[in-house]
């Protein structure tokens, strides 16, 4: 173990991506295309794209929703695990990341699958609710954090029993134990929290990670009957 604790994690991420074999070209593309367009490098590890894909592939998944595009990284994972009837709608606030997503999507022969839908996600999700869009077998919460509990709700009326809804970055180095913290991003987490705790139509759990991406978390919920 190195004295740099992120230095080994990073390490321990590319051993393991090189390991087990869990990255591509297809996956390799849509991260060069998201730096050539400027784009922050702030998408899923390969580890933890090849765990969303397993979920979706694990339950079956035929509709993901997605909130939080990026350039499209976590997208192509999920969508690669979906049938060819599936669907993957993905919600992104920022014209130039839908843009970069749309044509990565589309290199990874997926344009067909996914749908890159480019406004403020609350409100895309008011209006895919009050459309009869879902029931989504999977949703991933990965957008602004501040949100995470409303976008929970929302991915909760769209769902059905036996859906999954996995919400990334929830530990925040740590800094969500600080209750009286300033961080927005923590607070948001506080909040998604104490709604998942009081949610009685959801089963939760959260589990800290370390990787390349430092020490964080993701919370997975499963619809109960
Ligand atoms: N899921 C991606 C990473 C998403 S980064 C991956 O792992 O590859 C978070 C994204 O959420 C950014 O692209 C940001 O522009 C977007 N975002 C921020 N606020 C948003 C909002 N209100 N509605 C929709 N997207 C938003
Ligand atoms: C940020 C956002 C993420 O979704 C993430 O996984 C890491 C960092 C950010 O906004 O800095
Ligand atoms: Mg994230």
Redesign the pocket.
Known sequence: MADDPHATWTSVDTYLTSALGLSDETVERALTNQREAGL?E???SAPQGKQLALIAQSIGAKKILEV?T?GGYSTIWMARALPADGQLITLELDEHHATTARASVEQAGLGSVVEVIQGPALETLERLKAEGAGPFDLAFI????VNNANYFKAALAMSRPGSVIIV??VIRNGAVTDLESADT?VQGVHALNSYVASESRVSATTIQTVGN?GY?GYLMAVVQH
């Open positions: 922050p702030i998408n899923v939080g990026l990965d957008a602004d954090k990334d970055n991003a991406k964080d």
